[in-house]
């Protein structure tokens, strides 16, 4: 009788373990699921240009892309879901804004200030939506990013903003930049600033005319681009 109870208790022992293993099992597979899952952004699967939305499952170059923005405290915004469909041409594109967001010697600030100009004058709803609040975190007032627009009459940029402002607004309204205006440039940059300011406004000019060609839609749920450092 003795044997027999315990080989029952074992018995029992044994399937409540097996149940275990198994639950345990299909939380484990469902967990890594959820986990890949969160790696696609939800906006991926929704149609946010003249694009379709991007092919799933993403191509790797893009899937690393979205994993790094999101550790670098950036969200995967409207123009990678659509610039995506071209990985290798997304990838160098990005690489550039984060060259200007991290690498420049030239202060953030005034590069910021001069890629909202240039949004504006390019007419990018996209590109002004992504970075006044970039402007915000690199310390201009809201007066301020209201200003940028009418800057000649507005008495809340300094000299030196004055200056690249003055750069951008002939740079980006055909490229014809008048002796005057450089020589005002190079008083207050180096060589190398120069460079970064100019190819900074030539890649958000460019940057503009892509997200107006393709209709990117403004992200209406909070998710900024990756911020970088002012």
Sequence with gaps: MRKAMRAA???TTVKTALVGAVLIGLVL?????ADEQSRIAPQALGQVSRLPPLPQPLDPIMQQMFDQRRAMGGAVINLQLVTGHAPKFSRAAA????????????????????ILRTAEIVGSDYEVNQHRPLMKRCGY???QIAAVGAWQGSALFDDEQRTVLGYVEEMAHGGDVTDATFAALAQRFTPVEIVEITYTVANYYGNGLLTKALKIENETDGRLTVPGTC
């Excluded at 597979?29 to 699921?33: D, F, K, L, P, Q």
């Design 29 to 33: 597979a469902g967990s890594r699921a």
């Design 95 to 114: 690489a550039m804004a984060f060259t200007i967001r991290f690498d420049a010697v030239t202060p953030r600030r005034l590069l910021e200030l001069a």
């Design 141 to 143: 007032s809201d007066a």
């Design 9 to 11: 208790a074992m018995i």
